[in-house]
């Protein structure tokens, strides 16, 4: 069985323009690595966060060296490792960026995306420092946006699709519980996986994740509540016709 999440039912009043410039962003580069052939593999070390660099413990080899070492926890978050790794970060950017956006505003956004994946790369690398492996992708910025929706819209639904063999069904949860288990399955991941030996960043995806709560509060727009009720499309186009039968309820209802 495996889950994915499709959409969610919170509308929004502003076209997420930075949402979908680093979706843009994040899809050229990664065509770009893949124009590379086997030099991609150079690309990943010369732009990627790699620890033992950062903290100044390895030296870079001068042909792969292109940005200083502290330039790459920022360079490092517009690279995937392959198509399935690229489209499940654009997926989640998708469904839950606009609202964050819209929330904060675009040019905090577009910081605030920054910050939170600076401190993942940083987070990661504090946990492994010796580590010669480099780090790639948005998964620890997009935490961020997923710890940030669910300070704003806990009571938000998110639709999934449920595959189990051959049946599939769509649901609607909570995004508190959606978003809530992502970051438990994060964090028990990181605590159980040996960091130094590559494979997923989970810690990562918790230091994007906790640095995303942390900075929403002070970067979100005057006005924007934390914690806010649900605001679907489904409510607001029930609630209309909702209003009309109390307004005029039928002669022969039954009340319970």
């Not at 949402?19 to 590379?36: D, H, K, N, R």
């Amino acid at each position: 069985m495996f889950t994915i999440p499709l959409y969610d039912d919170n509308p929004t009043r502003r076209t997420p323009v930075v949402t979908y410039g680093l979706m843009i962003a994040c899809a050229i580069v990664f065509f770009w690595q893949l124009s590379l052939g086997p030099e991609a593999n150079a690309v990943v070390y010369a732009l990627g966060v790699i620890p033992a660099v950062l903290f100044r413990e390895a030296r870079l080899d001068p042909d792969l060296y292109l940005v200083p070492g502290w330039m790459s926890v920022f360079t490092s978050m517009f690279l995937h490792g392959g198509w399935l790794h690229l489209l499940g970060n654009m997926l989640y950017l998708w469904i839950f960026g606009n609202n964050v956006e819209e929330a904060l505003g675009r040019a905090r956004f577009l910081v605030f995306y920054l910050a939170c994946g600076a401190v993942a790369a940083l987070a990661h690398s504090l946990a492994a420092p010796d580590s010669v492996i480099p780090m790639i992708g948005a998964s620890g910025a997009i935490g961020g946006v997923l710890s940030a929706y669910l300070m704003l819209h806990p009571r938000a639904n998110v639709y999934i699709m449920i595959v189990v063999f051959v049946f599939v069904r769509i649901i609607s949860v909570p995004a508190a519980l959606v978003l809530g288990l992502w970051f438990v399955m994060q964090f028990i991941s990181g605590a159980t996986t040996p960091t130094a030996e590559g494979g997923v960043a989970f810690w990562a995806h918790v230091g994007g994740f906790v640095a995303g709560a942390i900075l929403v509060p002070l970067m979100k727009r005057p006005g924007v509540r934390l914690f806010g009720r649900a605001h679907s499309r489904a409510f607001e186009m029930q609630r209309p016709s909702a209003v009309r039968r109390r307004r005029a309820p039928s002669a022969g209802a039954r009340h319970l």
